[in-house]
């Protein structure tokens, strides 16, 4: 961080508190929902954080589920008591949840490097690891349950995503021009390093996200909602989507980042000119690369020498330096995180490598696989990334269910945004919880329709049987 936060860094945080109640309360279930909790994404500092004595410290991304959630039970609680949570996110919650238990009482030993002291666990640590799961992981898929759970909550969702996308491209343009500035300006400090920010000669925007990458994807998965919106034949601000499509095709260019680029570039075609089914069935590869990818790696099936040959060749020694750093630093800390496999060595870094002489840290934790592997082993692994992939597997086996084409168009879409999502967590960290968002809607969407339809089908066969019964009694008399 460069810079330091002022006042006003601090004062929006208390600012967005009424402003999540207003929009709950203000807009339907669906529209409030996706307003408030992208604005707080998109608009509240990072690395700033406030603390109650007792409990963990709260930053942007727990602020955000906790007044979404409260907003829920004060405006909409009806929707909360009606939804019947289905048995893969209880599994999911259960090993969150009890697996940080014993990832506490399993850990309650000191680690000595050299000159550094990592310290224990104590048992009060259950209780900031239970409430800091609930709100970081758990709170966001059930908002994304909660309140989209049929195909007009599913378009509301992506046209405000989209909408949202479209006017935060307007600074996204200023920092291109002008370089990433804005966060210093309003809140007094870069929330990363500006020299990450310099990209091909010119400037990757940040805004007030927490990294250019993060940005990035966030625009990548706006562009795949406003492609699936032509495709379904949706406007965005009253205009047809394919024009908000092509402008942020040409933001997410733009912005200069590689990977982000690549998902949604390949992701348009696909959404425009492939069957549904496909698309989802990508979005499944994308999701279950993420839960294998750890057990591809220990068993050191990925080709490394051949990958770092081919980014050699296409962008240069500079990437190929930072490829092989990140594959050894990869290495490294699998192998600490294969010490204690199952409930990992807790919080405070005890999963991170050090120098056994020197003490100091020598590995960085850029991919969240490896992190929330550390830190929480199988069973917090799992709980955590099997969220992203139960929903897109559900609706793999269930989308010629789904009786219109539009509706199949806009869950295939949700799914390729769920899978990238996912899909990113290999390289780059969880920047913000929209990804549990995006799956906790698809799955609840999906149900939705589906339910609906078996109604309406129900509705169908009653009526024949009705028309048939008169039709029989008017031949009798």
Known sequence: MEGAPNILSTLVFFLYVPFSLWCMKRWPPAKGTTIAFLTGVLFLPEIVTFTIPGIPAFEKTTLISMWVFIGIAAFH??????????????????????????????????????????????????????????????LPFVIGMVMFR??????????ALVTLALFYSVLQIGEIILSPQFNRWLYGYHQHSFAQTMRGGGFRPMVFMSHGLALALFTSLATIAAAALHKARLSVLGFPAKWATGYLALILVAS??????????????????????????????????????????????IPVDDINEIVLEHYGVDKVGSLTVRFENEAAMLDKALERIWFGWGWHCRGCHYDTWSGAMISVRDGAWIKELGDGGV???????????????????????????????????????????????????????LYLLYAGALHSTLAGILQATAVARRRRREERARLAREARGAMAT
């Open 256 to 301: 200069r980042s590689v990977a982000a680029m690549l998902y949604g570039l390949v992701s348009i075609p696909l959404v425009l000119f492939v069957r549904p089914r496909l698309q989802v069935a990508l979005g499944l590869v994308l999701a279950s690369t993420l839960i294998l990818y750890p057990t591809v790696r220990a068993m050191e099936l």
């Open 379 to 433: 069973v917090g692994f799992f709980g955590h990334f099997w969220l992203l992939v139960f929903p897109v597997l559900a609706l793999f086996r269930r989308i010629r269910s789904v009786p219109r084409e539009a509706d199949r168009r806009l869950l295939a879409a949700l799914s390729l945004m769920v899978g990238w999502s996912a899909f990113d967590l290999i390289p780059n960290g969880n920047y913000n919880t």
């Open 77 to 138: 609680r009806e929707r909360l008591t009606s939804l019947a949570f289905p048995s893969p996110f209880k599994w999911c919650v259960g090993l969150l949840l009890v697996g940080g238990v014993f990832s506490v009482f399993l850990n309650m030993d000191p680690l000595n490097y050299g000159s550094s002291y990592v310290p224990a666990h104590r048992p009060y640590d259950v209780i900031h690891f239970t409430i800091t799961r609930t709100l970081t992981m758990i």
């Open 150 to 159: 049929d195909s007009n909550d599913l378009r509301q969702l992506l046209q």
